[in-house]
């Protein structure tokens, strides 16, 4: 397979706009994406899918299929509140052309399992009704307990 040529890289007749198949920097897709570079990075070593054409120096040019990626990642991570093990969870079972289209908006994951939400995120009125239900189990088992251990009156 030929090497994309740096044609597909430069700037469109020189108007300063990409064409929608070229290629993109990693400071193009930043500013995009509304994230650093360094989390762009970041993101390379714990989603192995997301491998940008490196060339010499280092530089990284991501195509199109990368971007649409990192964008569904950005959304499951940052508008989701996935975990990055949920994040990965959900590339593993569901595929890149998924993350790819949450990425492009064309499908949507389902919410991430309460034990996978980030920390200090806010509670829905649902969840603290499980959660309700949840401590007053906790609360019953502590009075049995309790009570077990209590020695036996005469």
Not at 63 to 83: F, K, M, S
Not at 99 to 115: I, K, M, Y
Not at 127 to 149: G, I, N, S, Y
């Amino acid at each position: 397979m030929p090497a994309p040529s740096l044609a597909a890289i430069s700037d469109s007749a020189g108007s300063g706009a990409k064409q929608a198949g070229a290629f993109r920097t990693i400071s193009e897709v930043a500013e995009d994406l509304d994230v650093p570079q360094h989390v762009l990075r970041f993101w390379e070593t714990r989603f192995a899918q997301v491998r940008p054409l490196k060339r010499a120096g280092g530089r990284r040019y991501y195509r199109p299929e990368d971007v649409d990626l990192i964008a569904g990642i950005r959304h499951l991570l940052h508008v989701q509140r996935y975990t990055i093990k949920g994040a990965q969870r959900v590339l593993k079972e569901n595929g890149v052309r998924f993350v790819q289209a949450v990425g492009r908006g064309e499908a949507v994951a389902a919410a991430p399992p309460l034990q996978e939400r980030e920390a200090g995120q806010e509670v829905g009125p649902d969840d603290r009704t499980v959660l309700r239900a949840a401590l007053r189990e906790l609360h019953a088992c502590r009075d049995a307990l309790a009570a077990l251990r209590s020695p036996p009156e005469a």
